[in-house]
Each structure stands twice: as C-alpha cells, then as structure tokens.
C-alpha cells in the first residue's frame, strides 16, 4: 500500500524556518519524482515544488522561490521541504505528492501556521 | 503565464443526474512528447485530493466508471453520469507538467 506520511509543521512566528519531511512506503521511491503542494484552509490547490528522481532539477513556485528548498534522501525514502523567512501568506496545509503522470498520491498534510 | 480557469465553481446537482465541469487553459497543454497531462481532482472536507483521471481521459484505479473525462489542447471536461452522495466536495483540474497550475475548484453539492 502506498503511503506518504507528512510532518513537521507547526507554528512560527514570521521570519523564522520550519524543515517538513514525508516519509513514503509503499513503492520504489526513488524512482519517483516528487511534489509539494500547499492549500489555505477553505482555499484552492496551489503547487510549491517538484524535485526529479534523483534530486536534480528542482523547481519552485515564483512565491516560494529562493526561500524554500525541496530535497531528497532516497536511502529513507524521504522527501523534505526545508522553508526559510517564512510569511503569514505561507500559512496552509503542506501535502507531499508522487508523480505518475502527473500526482497520483497524496499525504494526508501538515499544517503550518505563521502568525505574529 | 499559463492560466487555468475552470467553470462552475459552484455546482448543485440532484442524485442520478449528471454534472460537467469545464477546464480551461490559456495556452495549449500537449507536452513535448505528444502527451497531455491534464489531471481531475477530489477533495472531500478535512481530505487530501484524490486524483480520478489523468492525462485527459484514463481513471485511476478504483474510480468509478461514472467519471469520465475528455477534452483536447487547451479544453477539458469532467463528466459526472449519474452523481451520488459521495461525489460532494471539491473538484480541481491541473496541469501536470511545468508549470504546474490548478483549477480554482468546483464546488459540487446535492440539491
């Protein structure tokens, strides 16, 4: 059964740092790319990252660019999104997502909340 | 930039009819390599997305066959034949190469 296990959200003050990882089972990891995509609670999907197989390439949404970071450890089959300087618009739920023909599966999400 | 524009955004439909939802896309979405990847999402409240169709027309396993979907270039739809009660929630469509884009979500609920 495949399985993606979000943590590490939690609640931070602007400006400071929060390191999210997902923990995948179920399927060869790394031989996926994979995705972190963001949602407001009672809003909209929006994409933040993607990374490729082997860690290459990573991609970001012009919002998240150069504060937040996506990698990889394929030996632990774990996914991370290491984010800086964070914002009160950062607030959301944090899913991660594989991608087979586009995001197949998803976690069940962790919620950062930045606030003053 | 590429935009992505779904219709409705609310939807209320009675058990056993049937509901569309319109994808729009400011710019053709065939990939590279003669592909689309033009994916449906569910959401239910308090859920992640489910994903029922991807690159336009194929359903992932386990969706029912009363989703379906087609479309081509820069135009999708989402088909619903025969809605039951546990087809409420969000619906998005999206983009599945970069950039990667979503829908804004179509509400569906039951009359």
């Known amino acids: 059964e495949v399985q993606l296990v979000e943590s590490g959200g939690g609640e931070v003050q602007p400006g400071e740092s929060l390191r999210l990882s997902c923990v995948a089972s179920g399927f060869t990891f790394s031989r996926a790319w994979m995705h972190w995509v963001r949602q407001t609670p009672g809003k909209g999907l929006v994409w933040v990252a993607r990374i490729l197989t082997d860690g290459s390439s990573p991609i970001y949404a012009d919002s998240v660019k150069g504060r937040f970071t996506i990698s990889r450890d394929n030996a632990k089959s774990t996914l991370y999104l290491q984010m800086n300087s964070l914002r009160v618009e950062d607030t959301a739920i944090y899913f991660c997502a594989r991608d087979v023909d586009g995001l197949d599966f998803w976690g069940r999400g962790t919620l950062v909340s930045v606030s003053s | 930039d590429v935009v992505v524009t779904q219709s409705p955004l609310s939807l209320v439909v009675t058990l056993g009819q049937s509901a569309s939802i319109s994808c729009r896309s400011s710019?053709?979405?065939?990939?590279?390599?003669?592909?689309?990847?033009l994916g449906w999402f569910h959401q239910r409240p308090g859920q992640s997305p489910r994903r029922l169709i991807y690159?336009?027309?194929n359903r992932d396993s386990g969706v029912p066959d009363r989703f379906s979907g087609s479309g081509a270039g820069t135009a999708f739809t989402l088909k619903i034949s025969g809605v039951e009660a546990e087809d409420v929630g969000t619906y998005y469509c999206?983009?599945?190469?970069?950039?990667?884009?979503f829908g804004q979500g179509t509400k569906l609920e039951i009359k």
């Open positions: 999206m983009q599945g190469t970069a950039p990667f884009i």
């Open positions: 690159k336009v027309s």
């Open positions: 710019q053709s979405l065939v990939f590279s390599n003669g592909d689309t990847y």
